[in-house]
């Protein structure tokens, strides 16, 4: 059994747990339960930033046009933007597709969980100053520009699904060489691996403390590689990494989902 940390709805605090994928089973304090019955609620609190341009395909499929204005050269430093808390749901939790919408897309992305305050970092001594991972899905609306910050296409409410559960680093051999699966509705829609990545988790912790503070319980995401799907109403979503955990969430019309909730 792996060790995670994982927070139930309607329960104040995150708990120590730990999970078999085999049996697909979480023991809390001496008892288990299936995974299909936990009521997971979002395992994180911290900011969430997020990383463009951090994977060679998405990297490539913009290279041509970063000489031209308003980029003028290629980004030596990371691109970020941040995910607020606003946009954060659960696995099992309804995504909400704006009424004004037809699409969205997905962003299946390895969240780098810190464990302790971090600042200029060495990326010899990186994994000391992570706790964890966890599955995230980026939700944004379908979009080109990437030389302002998409607030307005990555911000909205339930734009975030995180979890089920952090997943303890010690659990995971190599964040650099992990295969995360994204399925629409059972189909397998699109498979990344993060051997890929142009920037590697040591690397963007040290990058990131260089000019900057990440707290505890901040996460980081490694980025969203190219071809992300684009999903529809009533489109389940299902994103798997390998050794990490599996998310699941369905698209709804926002005017539907509020009835809901009513």
Not at 24 to 36: A, C, F, K, P, R
Not at 83 to 89: D, G, L, R, V, Y
Not at 202 to 216: G, P, R, S, V
């Amino acid at each position: 059994m792996k060790d995670i940390q994982l927070k139930f709805k309607g329960v104040e605090h995150v708990l120590d747990a730990k999970v078999d994928f085999a049996s697909e089973q979480v023991e809390v304090n001496g008892l288990d339960y299936s995974i299909e019955q936990v009521p997971f609620d979002v395992p994180v609190s911290g900011t969430m930033y997020g990383l463009l341009l951090n994977y060679k395909d998405e990297y490539a499929a913009l290279e041509g046009e970063m000489n031209d204005k308003p980029y003028i050269a290629p980004p030596k430093a990371p691109v970020l933007y941040i995910k607020p808390e606003n946009t954060f749901i659960a696995d099992g939790e309804m995504i909400p597709l704006p009424d004004e919408e037809e699409e969205l897309r997905v962003g299946a992305a390895l969240g780098i969980v810190i464990g302790r305050d971090a600042t200029r970092v060495s990326k010899e001594d990186a994994y000391d100053y992570i706790a964890g991972y966890t599955v995230v899905n980026d939700i944004s609306l379908p979009h080109t520009n990437v030389h302002r910050p998409a607030v307005k296409e990555k911000a909205r409410d339930g734009f975030c699904p995180v979890g089920p559960w952090v997943m303890s680093k010690e659990a995971v051999a190599n964040p650099n060489d992990l295969t995360i699966t994204v399925k629409v509705n059972d189909e397998v829609k699109q498979t990344v691996q993060t051997k890929n990545l142009i920037r590697n988790v040591e690397t963007i912790i040290a990058d990131l403390t260089d000019f900057m503070t990440l707290y505890a319980g901040d996460v980081v995401l490694v980025g969203v590689d190219h071809g992300a799907p684009i999903v529809k109403e009533n489109d389940g979503v299902t994103i798997e990494i390998e050794g990490v955990g599996t998310l699941y969430n369905r698209v709804m019309k926002e005017s539907a989902l509020k009835e809901v909730k009513r």
